[in-house]
């Protein structure tokens, strides 16, 4: 009986220990603080727009109204000789780059990539070197970033800077945090001719313009005496009435 008893008293002690653990545990899970949600940065439409090499990027984030995000739109660039994109020498060409801010959390911005030579012809930026265009072999894609950057933040008194976490958490070569999100898409290079554009002639010869316009044989040689300049001051003495006054 006592031994029955005693198997009774010992099964009721192992109920309450499991019992309380399971209470400490759940009074320990309630008062955890909860878990800090990531920065989210994504580009989820680039579109091709009517004129060529024009394009519209939108996207969205859980970024403060205001925050500035900067897009840019690049093409990588590899030496002509080498047929590899992957090589550690490749370099790249910022063909166009904007500054957007973050409104209900969304963003939107065109980006145009080409310019007009001075023959008219359309190019992209690194075309406009000769040397470079014959030496580099450029990548069928371009690839467009979305960047977030705390220290490139224009903040008002109310606003403050979020704390960045997450997958898309970068660190630059100073250690500086940022996010980036990018997505890749083939992009053709630029074609086509529009008309030239037009050059002022502050654009040439450093300022000066073109010097052979300037007539260099026209003088005046009508010499034009000076107006006298009037004046109520004179040199001669007072008069009576003067001394009066």
Not at 31 to 59: D, F, H, T, W
Not at 107 to 136: H, K, P
Not at 196 to 221: A, F, M
Not at 234 to 244: D, G, M, R, W
Request: aromatic share 6%; net charge neutral.
């Amino acid at each position: 009986m006592l031994t029955h008893l005693y198997q009774f008293a010992l099964q009721k002690i192992k109920f309450s220990q499991v019992t309380a653990c399971s209470l400490l545990s759940l009074l320990c899970i309630s008062c955890s603080p909860p878990p800090q949600q990531g920065v989210e940065l994504k580009i989820n439409e680039i579109k091709a727009a009517s004129r060529q090499g024009v394009y519209n990027i939108a996207g969205s984030t859980n970024l403060p109204d205001d925050s500035r995000i900067a897009i840019t739109a690049l093409r990588y660039l590899s030496p002509a000789h080498e047929r590899s994109l992957t090589s550690q020498h490749n370099t790249y060409s910022i063909l166009a780059r904007q500054i957007v801010p973050v409104s209900a959390g969304k963003w939107q911005t065109t980006l145009n990539f080409w310019q007009v030579s001075t023959d008219g012809s359309y190019q992209e930026a690194w075309q406009t070197e000769a040397a470079l265009q014959n030496s580099l072999q450029p990548a069928t894609s371009v690839t467009f970033i979305a960047t977030y950057e705390p220290s490139a933040q224009l903040l008002t008194e109310q606003q403050t800077i979020p704390e960045l976490q997450g997958r898309l958490v970068r660190f630059s070569a100073d250690g500086e945090e940022y996010v980036q999100a990018s997505q890749t898409l083939p992009v053709t290079l630029a074609s086509g001719k529009t008309a030239p554009p037009k050059v002022l002639p502050e654009e040439t010869n450093g300022g000066w313009g073109n010097r052979s316009d300037l007539d260099l044989n026209t003088s005046n040689t009508t010499a034009t005496r000076p107006k006298p300049i009037k004046t109520n001051q004179t040199n001669a003495p007072l008069s009576l009435a003067e001394f009066l006054r």
